[in-house]
C-alpha cells in the first residue's frame, strides 16, 4: 500500500477569480506548509515513459453556486471551462468547485496510474470518472470525512486510474472546502509515487524524530531544574510538531483516522497554541517578567490574545478562527523578533541565540514565501523552508537554553569560587595571625612557646642524646636604638638574627624549629634582644667546643648601613641533666646563667646548679644573709669618685661586701637579688644608709666634703616612707641631705614609674640627689629619665672599662656625655681602669670618674687612709 506521497502545489491565479484571503496571503504561506517538488510536465499526452505529469496544464475548472449534478457538469459547454494559470491556489472560498482533466493516451497499451491531490486540508473531494459518456463516482473522501473513505490510504488524496489505449479520459473533481483551496495535481507511474513517498517519509520521519527528542530532553530538563523556559519550550517544540503533523495529514493518517471532526478541531487550535508558545517562551526565556516589565506586558497581551484564539477555536467558525491565527502570526513574529534584537542590543547575551533562531525561521520561511509570491524560483529551500526553519529555530532554541543554563552554571560556579577564595584568604588570614601569634614581630623567628614545645619534643625523641640551650642576649642594644633610630635598630636586629640562625643552622646539631620555605630556622626569638636555640649531640664536649664556635662567628662585626659594627652580647646555656628537665626549666636556667656571662672574659656562662636562686646553696645564704646583717656580718666598702676638671675627691660609692665564713666572698650581684625577693632589702638599705651617713662623718672629720652614694634597689622606692626614713637618718646623723646621693638603676625606676616618681621627687624635695646607674644597660627611655628628678647619669661600667681599644664604646660614651650635658645632668664614668681612659674621658667632658684606676672599693678605714695618701685628695678636695 501507499502511504506517502511527494509534496506537490502549484498554484493556479485565477483570472478575475475571488481572492478574498489576499492580505493574508504571505502570512498564510508562511505558515502553512505546503511545498512540492517540481514535476515533468507533458502537454495533453501522456507520456508512457514519464515518472509524473503535472497535470495543471490538463485541468479546467468551473465555479458553481447552484450545485449542478455531475452529469450537468460533464454536459457544459467548453466555453464555461476556465483554464488554468501556474498554480492553483483559490484562497478563502465557500464556493464548490469542479475541476476537468483530460488525459489522452497515444500508446497502444492501456495505463494504470495515480493522480495525487496532494492538499490534505480539503474538507470534500469528490473524484469522477466519464465512462461512456456518463460520470461516474470513484472516491467520495475529504478531511472531513473519515480517512477510510480514500481509495489509498495516504496523507495526501491518490485515486488510481486506468487510460485505456489510444484514448482520451475525463477525470472529475468536486471540491468543497471552508479553507484555502488548492488544488495541486500530479499523475504518477506507481512506483515512481511509492518511491518519492518513502523518500518523504524518510525526511518527515527525520523531523519528527528531532523535534520529538527535543521536546522529551527538554521536559527531562525542565523536571530537573524546575525552570519554567524548559516548559514552555516543550510546549513550543511540541505544537510545532502538531501543527506540522496536522498540516501535512500524517496526525489524520496515524493518530485519529476516524474522527475528521477531532482532525478539524487540531488544526484550528495548534496554530494558535503554537504562537501562544512561542509567546511564553520568549517571555520565561528572557526573562521579562523580572528583568523587562514593559515587554513583559506586551508579551502578556500576545500571550491573552493567542490563548482566546486557541479558545475561539471552538467558538467561531473554521474561516474566522483560520484567519485569527493568520493574523496573530505577524504581531507574535515581529515582537518576538524585535524583543531578541533589542535585548541583544542590551548586552543580554540570553538573546543572541534567541535571535539568530528566529532570523533562521524566518529565512527560511522566506524562501517559500517569496516562492508562493513568484519572485523566487522553486528550489528545494522553497520547497522545504518552513520545517527545515522550524528544525533549525527549535534546535537553536534549545542551544540557547543550554547555553544560559551553562552560563548560569559558570556563574554559580564564580559565585562559589568567590566563597571557596573568601574562606581560603580568611584561612590564610587565620594561619598568618596564627603565625604571628607565634613569632616574633621584628624578626619573624619563633617565640619562646614555639621554641619550648620543639624543644621538648626533641629532648623526648633523642632521649640518648644531651641537649643544651643557649639564650644570647644582646648587651647594650639600647644603645643602638639610641643612636641609629628604632626603625634602624630593628632591621639591624634581623640582620644580627637572621645572621645568627644562619650560623646556627649550618651545625650538624642544632635542633630544627621549623623551615620558612627558603630558610631552615633553628633561632627562636623569646622577648627583647634575647634569642634561644638548642643544640643536640651524644657528647657534650664536642657539644660545648661547638657552642664556643659558635660564639666566635656571632661575635663577627657585622655591617649595617655602610659600618661595621660589633654587637656585644653574652650566652647563657643550660643543659638538660635529667630526664625530668623540660626545655621551660632549661631557659629559665640559660637565663639565670645569662647574668654570670660576660662577667669575666668569656662571654658564654653556663647555669650551674648554685646560681639558681631557689638551689639549696641559695636557701642557706638568704638566711645566712639576714643573720649576717643582724650579727654585723656584712661590711659597708667604699670607692672614690673624681671630679675630672678640679681633680678633686668628690665621693665615695657605698658598695656592700659579704664575706662567708664558709664560701668566702658572696659578690653582691649574688645577693642583692635574694635580698629583694625575700624583703630583706629594706632593712639591708637601712643598714647600708647608716653606715654611709657614718662614714660621711667620718670625711667631714678629715675635713673632707665628699659625697656618699648609695644604691638604692627598686624594692625600696615601692616602700611606704621610704623618703621619711631617709630623711630621719640624714636628721639623726645630722648630714646636710645634699652629701646624699642615691643611686637608682633606670629599670628600677622604669618598675613603677608613678611610685618612683611621687618618692623620687619627695627625695628631691627633700635635697637628696638622685643618679641614674648603669645608664645604656636598661631600655628606659630618655623621655621617661626627663622626667624624673635626677642631677647625675652613671655610665654603666662595661661601655667605659674597654673605651680605650673599643672605638664603639668610645663613640657611645661621647654621646651618652653630650646627650646628657644638653639635658643639663651631671656625668660619672664608672669602671676607669686605666689612665688613658680617665685622659679620654677628660677630652670628652666627663664629669667624673670612678674606677679601679683610682681606687678599688675599701673599708671605711682602708678609704679614709687612701684619702690622706691620695694625689687627688691632697691636691685640692680636702677643705680644713
Ligand atoms: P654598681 O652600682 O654598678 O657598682 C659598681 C660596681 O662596679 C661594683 O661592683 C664595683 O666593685 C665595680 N667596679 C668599680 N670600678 C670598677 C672597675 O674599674 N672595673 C670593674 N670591672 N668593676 C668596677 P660590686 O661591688 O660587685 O657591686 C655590684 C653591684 O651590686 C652594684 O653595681 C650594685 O648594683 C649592687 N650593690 C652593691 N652594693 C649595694 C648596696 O648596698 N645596695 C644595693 N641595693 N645594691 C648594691
Ligand atoms: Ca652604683
Ligand atoms: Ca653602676
Given at each position: 500500500?501507499?502511504?506517502?506521497?511527494?509534496?506537490?502545489?502549484?498554484?493556479?491565479?485565477?483570472?478575475?477569480?475571488?481572492?478574498?484571503?489576499?492580505?493574508?496571503?504571505?502570512?498564510?504561506?508562511?505558515?502553512?506548509?505546503?511545498?512540492?517538488?517540481?514535476?515533468?510536465?507533458?502537454?495533453?499526452?501522456?507520456?508512457?515513459?514519464?515518472?509524473?505529469?503535472?497535470?495543471?496544464?490538463?485541468?479546467?475548472?468551473?465555479?458553481?453556486?447552484?450545485?449542478?449534478?455531475?452529469?450537468?457538469?460533464?454536459?457544459?459547454?467548453?466555453?464555461?471551462?476556465?483554464?488554468?494559470?501556474?498554480?492553483?491556489?483559490?484562497?478563502?472560498?465557500?464556493?464548490?468547485y469542479w475541476f476537468r482533466i483530460r488525459l489522452t493516451n497515444d500508446s497502444a497499451q492501456p495505463l494504470e496510474r495515480?493522480?495525487?491531490?496532494?492538499?490534505?486540508?480539503?474538507?470534500?473531494?469528490?473524484?469522477?470518472?466519464?465512462?461512456?459518456?456518463?460520470?461516474?463516482?470513484?472516491?467520495?473522501?475529504?478531511?472531513?470525512?473519515?480517512?477510510?473513505?480514500?481509495?489509498?490510504?495516504?496523507?495526501?488524496?491518490?485515486?488510481?486510474?486506468?487510460?485505456?489505449?489510444?484514448?482520451?479520459?475525463?477525470?472529475?473533481?468536486?471540491?468543497?472546502?471552508?479553507?484555502?483551496?488548492?488544488?495541486?495535481?500530479?499523475?504518477?507511474?506507481?512506483?515512481?509515487?511509492?518511491?518519492?513517498?518513502?523518500?518523504?517519509?524518510?525526511?518527515?520521519?527525520?523531523?519528527?524524530?528531532?523535534?520529538?527528542?527535543?521536546?522529551?530532553?527538554?521536559?527531562?530538563?525542565?523536571?530537573?531544574?524546575?525552570?519554567?523556559?524548559?516548559?514552555?519550550?516543550?510546549?513550543?517544540?511540541?505544537?510545532?510538531?502538531?501543527?506540522?503533523?496536522?498540516?501535512?495529514?500524517?496526525?489524520?493518517?496515524?493518530?485519529?483516522?476516524?474522527?475528521?471532526?477531532?482532525?478539524?478541531?487540531?488544526?484550528?487550535?495548534?496554530?494558535?497554541?503554537?504562537?501562544?508558545?512561542?509567546?511564553?517562551?520568549?517571555?520565561?526565556?528572557?526573562?521579562?517578567?523580572?528583568?523587562?516589565?514593559?515587554?513583559?506586558?506586551?508579551?502578556?497581551?500576545?500571550i491573552a490574545a493567542t490563548a482566546m484564539c486557541v479558545i475561539g477555536a471552538f467558538i467561531f467558525s473554521y474561516d474566522?478562527?483560520?484567519?485569527?491565527?493568520?493574523?496573530?502570526?505577524?504581531?507574535?513574529?515581529?515582537?518576538?523578533?524585535?524583543?531578541?534584537?533589542?535585548?541583544?542590543?542590551?548586552?543580554?547575551?540570553?538573546?543572541?541565540?534567541?535571535?539568530?533562531?528566529?532570523?533562521?525561521?524566518?529565512?527560511?520561511?522566506?524562501?517559500?514565501?517569496?516562492?508562493?509570491?513568484?519572485?523566487?524560483?522553486?528550489?528545494?529551500?522553497?520547497?522545504?523552508?518552513?520545517?527545515?526553519?522550524?528544525?533549525?529555530?527549535?534546535?537553536?532554541?534549545?542551544?540557547?537554553?543550554?547555553?544560559?543554563?551553562?552560563?548560569?552554571?559558570?556563574?554559580?560556579?564564580?559565585?562559589?569560587?568567590?566563597?571557596?577564595?573568601?574562606?581560603?584568604?580568611?584561612?590564610?588570614?587565620?594561619?598568618?595571625?596564627?603565625?604571628?601569634?607565634?613569632?616574633?614581630?621584628?624578626?619573624?623567628?619563633?617565640?619562646?612557646?614555639?621554641?619550648?614545645?620543639?624543644?621538648?619534643?626533641?629532648?623526648?625523641?633523642?632521649?640518648?642524646?644531651?641537649?643544651?640551650?643557649?639564650?644570647?642576649?644582646?648587651?647594650?642594644?639600647?644603645?643602638?636604638?639610641?643612636?641609629?633610630?628604632?626603625?634602624?635598630?630593628?632591621?639591624?636586629?634581623?640582620?644580627?638574627?637572621?645572621?645568627?640562625?644562619?650560623?646556627?643552622?649550618?651545625?650538624?646539631?642544632?635542633?630544627?624549629?621549623?623551615?620558612?620555605?627558603?630558610?631552615?630556622?633553628?633561632?627562636?626569638?623569646?622577648?627583647?634582644?634575647?634569642?634561644?636555640?638548642?643544640?643536640?649531640?651524644?657528647?657534650?664536649?664536642?657539644?660545648?667546643?661547638?657552642?664556643?664556635?659558635?660564639?666566635?662567628?656571632?661575635?663577627?662585626?657585622?655591617?649595617?648601613?655602610?659600618?661595621?659594627?660589633?654587637?656585644?652580647?653574652?650566652?647563657?646555656?643550660?643543659?638538660?641533666?635529667?630526664?625530668?628537665?623540660?626545655?621551660?626549666?632549661?631557659?629559665?636556667?640559660?637565663?639565670?646563667?645569662?647574668?654570670?656571662?660576660?662577667?669575666?672574659?668569656?662571654?658564654?656562662?653556663?647555669?650551674?646548679?648554685?646560681?639558681?636562686?631557689?638551689?639549696?646553696?641559695?636557701?642557706?645564704?638568704?638566711?645566712?644573709?639576714?643573720?649576717?646583717?643582724?650579727?654585723?656580718?656584712?661590711?659597708?666598702?667604699?670607692?672614690?669618685?673624681?671630679?675630672?676638671?678640679?681633680?678633686?675627691?668628690?665621693?665615695?660609692?657605698?658598695?656592700?661586701?659579704?664575706?662567708?665564713?664558709?664560701?668566702?666572698?658572696?659578690?653582691?650581684?649574688?645577693?642583692?637579688?635574694?635580698?629583694?625577693?625575700?624583703?630583706?632589702?629594706?632593712?639591708?638599705?637601712?643598714?647600708?644608709?647608716?653606715?654611709?651617713?657614718?662614714?660621711?662623718?667620718?670625711?667631714?672629720?678629715?675635713?673632707?666634703?665628699?659625697?656618699?652614694?648609695?644604691?638604692?634597689?627598686?624594692?625600696?622606692?615601692?616602700?611606704?616612707?621610704?623618703?621619711?626614713?631617709?630623711?630621719?637618718?640624714?636628721?639623726?646623723?645630722?648630714?646636710?641631705?645634699?652629701?646624699?646621693?642615691?643611686?637608682?638603676?633606670?629599670?628600677?625606676?622604669?618598675?613603677?614609674?608613678?611610685?618612683?616618681?611621687?618618692?623620687?621627687?619627695?627625695?628631691?624635695?627633700?635635697?637628696?640627689?638622685?643618679?641614674?646607674?648603669?645608664?645604656?644597660?636598661?631600655?628606659?627611655?630618655?623621655?621617661?629619665?626627663?622626667?624624673?628628678?635626677?642631677?647625675?647619669?652613671?655610665?654603666?661600667?662595661?661601655?667605659?672599662?674597654?673605651?680605650?681599644?673599643?672605638?664603639?664604646?668610645?663613640?657611645?660614651?661621647?654621646?651618652?656625655?653630650?646627650?646628657?650635658?644638653?639635658?643639663?645632668?651631671?656625668?660619672?664614668?664608672?669602671?676607669?681602669?686605666?689612665?688613658?681612659?680617665?685622659?679620654?674621658?677628660?677630652?670628652?667632658?666627663?664629669?667624673?670618674?670612678?674606677?679601679?684606676?683610682?681606687?678599688?672599693?675599701?673599708?671605711?678605714?682602708?678609704?679614709?687612709?687612701?684619702?690622706?695618701?691620695?694625689?687627688?685628695?691632697?691636691?685640692?678636695?680636702?677643705?680644713?
Open positions: 500500500m501507499l502511504r506517502k506521497v511527494t509534496y506537490r502545489h502549484r498554484q493556479i491565479q485565477l483570472p478575475g477569480s475571488p481572492c478574498p484571503a489576499m492580505p493574508f496571503r504571505p502570512a498564510l504561506i508562511l505558515l502553512l506548509l505546503l511545498l512540492t517538488v517540481s514535476g515533468v510536465a507533458h502537454a495533453g499526452m501522456v507520456d508512457p515513459s514519464a515518472r509524473s505529469v503535472e497535470l495543471t496544464s490538463h485541468t479546467r475548472f468551473i465555479v458553481t453556486n447552484d450545485e449542478p449534478g455531475p452529469s450537468e457538469v460533464t454536459r457544459l459547454p467548453e466555453s464555461r471551462w476556465q483554464k488554468t494559470s501556474d498554480d492553483i491556489n483559490l484562497g478563502y472560498t465557500a464556493d464548490t495515480l493522480i495525487e491531490l496532494a492538499y490534505p486540508m480539503l474538507d470534500k473531494v469528490d473524484f469522477y470518472a466519464l465512462r461512456d459518456n456518463q460520470p461516474e463516482l470513484m472516491a467520495q473522501t475529504g478531511d472531513r470525512r473519515p480517512f477510510d473513505t480514500r481509495p489509498i490510504a495516504h496523507r495526501h488524496f491518490v485515486f488510481p486510474v486506468t487510460l485505456p489505449a489510444n484514448t482520451t479520459s475525463e477525470f472529475y473533481l468536486r471540491i468543497q472546502t471552508s479553507g484555502a483551496l488548492q488544488v495541486p495535481l500530479t499523475l504518477w507511474q506507481n512506483n515512481a509515487f511509492a518511491s518519492q513517498s518513502d523518500t518523504q517519509l524518510t525526511m518527515e520521519s527525520m523531523f519528527y524524530g528531532v523535534m520529538l527528542v527535543m521536546t522529551l530532553f527538554n521536559l527531562f530538563l525542565f523536571f530537573s531544574f524546575r525552570e519554567r523556559a524548559y516548559l514552555s519550550y516543550v510546549l513550543l517544540v511540541g505544537s510545532a510538531l502538531l501543527v506540522m503533523a496536522g498540516l501535512n495529514g500524517a496526525s489524520f493518517q496515524y493518530i485519529y483516522p476516524d474522527s475528521p471532526a477531532l482532525h478539524n478541531y487540531m488544526l484550528l487550535i495548534t496554530v494558535p497554541l503554537y504562537q501562544l508558545a512561542m509567546c511564553l517562551f520568549a517571555r520565561d526565556y528572557l526573562e521579562m517578567g523580572t528583568r523587562h516589565p514593559r515587554w513583559n506586558r506586551l508579551f502578556l497581551v500576545l474566522i478562527s483560520t484567519r485569527l491565527s493568520v493574523m496573530m502570526a505577524v504581531p507574535v513574529g515581529l515582537a518576538n523578533l524585535v524583543a531578541g534584537v533589542a535585548f541583544w542590543m542590551r548586552g543580554d547575551k540570553s538573546a543572541r541565540l534567541f535571535t539568530i533562531a528566529w532570523v533562521a525561521l524566518l529565512v527560511c520561511a522566506l524562501f517559500t514565501v517569496l516562492n508562493k509570491l513568484g519572485i523566487a524560483p522553486s528550489s528545494f529551500m522553497a520547497n522545504h523552508g518552513i520545517p527545515i526553519g522550524t528544525s533549525a529555530q527549535a534546535l537553536l532554541f534549545s542551544f540557547a537554553l543550554a547555553d544560559r543554563f551553562n552560563r548560569e552554571r559558570k556563574a554559580y560556579f564564580q559565585e562559589k569560587q568567590a566563597v571557596l577564595d573568601a574562606m581560603k584568604n580568611q584561612r590564610e588570614t587565620e594561619a598568618a595571625l596564627l603565625r604571628a601569634s607565634s613569632h616574633h614581630e621584628v624578626t619573624g623567628l619563633p617565640d619562646r612557646s614555639l621554641f619550648e614545645r620543639i624543644v621538648d619534643q626533641a629532648i623526648s625523641n633523642n632521649e640518648s642524646a644531651v641537649t643544651a640551650i643557649f639564650m644570647l642576649h644582646l648587651r647594650r642594644f639600647d644603645d643602638v636604638n639610641k643612636t641609629l633610630g628604632h626603625r634602624h635598630a630593628d632591621e639591624l636586629l634581623s640582620l644580627f638574627a637572621s645572621r645568627i640562625n644562619q650560623l646556627v643552622a649550618q651545625t650538624v646539631h642544632a635542633v630544627y624549629l621549623e623551615g620558612n620555605g627558603k630558610d631552615t630556622i633553628c633561632v627562636a626569638h623569646i622577648e627583647g634582644v634575647s634569642f634561644a636555640f638548642a643544640l643536640q649531640d651524644e657528647d657534650q664536649e664536642r657539644l660545648m667546643s661547638q657552642a664556643a664556635e659558635l660564639t666566635a662567628r656571632f661575635a663577627e662585626p657585622i655591617e649595617f648601613m655602610g659600618l661595621m659594627l660589633e654587637l656585644n652580647f653574652v650566652i647563657g646555656a643550660s643543659f638538660c641533666e635529667d630526664a625530668g628537665e623540660d626545655a621551660q626549666s632549661m631557659l629559665r636556667h640559660a637565663f639565670i646563667a645569662l647574668d654570670q656571662a660576660g662577667v669575666g672574659t668569656s662571654e658564654i656562662a653556663i647555669y650551674q646548679a648554685d646560681m639558681n636562686p631557689y638551689s639549696p646553696r641559695r636557701l642557706t645564704l638568704m638566711t645566712e644573709l639576714r643573720e649576717a646583717l643582724r650579727t654585723e656580718g656584712l661590711t659597708l666598702y667604699f670607692q672614690p669618685q673624681v671630679h675630672l676638671s678640679t681633680e678633686r675627691v668628690a665621693g665615695f660609692e657605698a658598695l656592700l661586701r659579704w664575706f662567708h665564713p664558709e664560701h668566702g666572698f658572696v659578690p653582691p650581684d649574688e645577693f642583692i637579688p635574694m635580698a629583694e625577693q625575700t624583703g630583706l632589702i629594706k632593712p639591708l638599705t637601712q643598714w647600708v644608709l647608716q653606715e654611709a651617713l657614718t662614714f660621711c662623718n667620718g670625711l667631714d672629720a678629715v675635713g673632707c666634703d665628699a659625697t656618699v652614694s648609695v644604691n638604692i634597689s627598686a624594692m625600696n622606692l615601692r616602700e611606704p616612707g621610704f623618703c621619711e626614713a631617709v630623711c630621719g637618718l640624714l636628721e639623726k646623723n645630722q648630714v646636710a641631705a645634699r652629701r646624699l646621693v642615691l643611686e637608682v638603676t633606670e629599670t628600677a625606676a622604669m618598675l613603677d614609674p608613678k611610685r618612683s616618681l611621687a618618692v623620687l621627687r619627695a627625695l628631691q624635695a627633700a635635697k637628696v640627689k638622685l643618679s641614674i646607674d648603669d645608664f645604656g644597660t636598661g631600655h628606659s627611655s630618655l623621655s621617661y629619665i626627663r622626667q624624673l628628678p635626677v642631677s647625675e647619669i652613671k655610665i654603666d661600667r662595661s661601655f667605659v672599662m674597654e673605651m680605650d681599644s673599643n672605638q664603639g664604646d668610645a663613640t657611645i660614651v661621647r654621646t651618652t656625655i653630650n646627650m646628657c650635658h644638653d639635658l643639663g645632668y651631671e656625668v660619672v664614668a664608672e669602671g676607669v681602669e686605666n689612665e688613658a681612659t680617665q685622659n679620654l674621658l677628660r677630652e670628652l667632658g666627663c664629669d667624673y670618674i670612678q674606677g679601679y684606676f683610682l681606687a678599688r672599693p675599701m673599708s671605711r678605714t682602708d678609704a679614709l687612709k687612701w684619702l690622706e695618701a691620695s694625689s687627688w685628695a691632697t691636691s685640692s678636695s680636702l677643705t680644713t
